[in-house]
């Protein structure tokens, strides 16, 4: 391979392209990751025509300059049904069709933080490159984290040892599976975290997921809303999932009555950048869910957990619901003020499972940071194959 040499006399070895055809909340899972990789390889972020506001602030505070934005367009006709439709997104398996030749030809590696390879691996048949390699855009929770799709990927960077042991266990080690830890600290280590309250209260984050039935907005989230309002000795930062809101979730902000929006204790956020940056997880100090992984972010710093299970699920011996052995699990928002009113002496039993929890879920065995690691990984993998 020839070795391009940009302007600074940087030698380029590979060229690493990141697709992000997804919400923002995927964009903290790779972004770091990139710029370290964009030291020695030309790297791209591979997107579509947008703003692309948040995306640009990020690779401007971490000294990304090197890291080339490519917004690659979709199909005209699909592009006009898109915005017909009202789509914030281009369907990802007409935008690859698109481009699939650029894509597969212009690559050493190719890097996915969702299951939407599905079109370039077909496409790419027995070409042994790109490599498409995984990052997932989270903590690994319920068995959408483990699907078949991983054996499609030549590498997979995933957190801890427990993620691990469970692709072991369900044969889903692709060709190389690596434990880097969870390299969303790293995007947002000098991330500053404005104060939503100024008084003592409590502060409680509801954070209800997207998915129903799993959801427990779907069964009362107006009800929790309402206990909140009604009750002013808390804080409630409702932040639910991005896409609840949004075209995935296809709930609308008008089913919130405004009273909600008018209360002083009460703090709503229904998808923007605070709600994918930690802002809302390091200032709470209860988290109220069911079934969203974000949980994990929030117990980096062990503290109190309240968990709806709205269907009554048999959870317990489900390591789907692992994150439910967090905190207490309720059924209805009718017990809300008791398990609050019990925080406190609750969480004694809780603390040891979060701690055990935090060091089965990020690796942290040596000096170095989730993304120096993954980008060493990924760049020694990337050099064993040319010299095997």
Known sequence: MVNKINSENRVLHRKI????LDEIHHLNHFITIAVELAKTNQVSILT???KHTYLKDSLKRLNGDQVVLEQLKTKPFRALTDKLKKRAFPRKTFWMKKNKKYLLSNFD???FTDYIQHTLFKYRKNQKKPRFIFLSHGFAGRAYSYKKDLLDFDLNLISGQFSYNQLKE???LCKQTTVIGYQKI???KSHNVKTIFNNKKPVVLYNPHFTPPFSSWHFYGLEVLDFFHKNPNYNLIFA???NLFAFKGKEKKETIPDKFFNSENIYIDLGSIRSVNMTYTKQAD???GDVSSQVYEFMLKPRPCIFFNPENINYKKDSHYRFWRCGEVINTP???NKSLQNIKPNFNTFKKVQENINKENVYSGDKATATQRAAKTINTYLRNLENS
């Open 17 to 20: 392209g990141f697709i992000f």
């Open 48 to 50: 579509f025509p947008s």
């Open 109 to 111: 590696a190719l890097v």
């Open 170 to 172: 369900r044969k889903l």
């Open 186 to 188: 790293d995007a947002l």
């Open 240 to 242: 639910p999932h991005i």
């Open 286 to 288: 209860i988290y109220l």
């Open 334 to 336: 009718k017990n809300l």
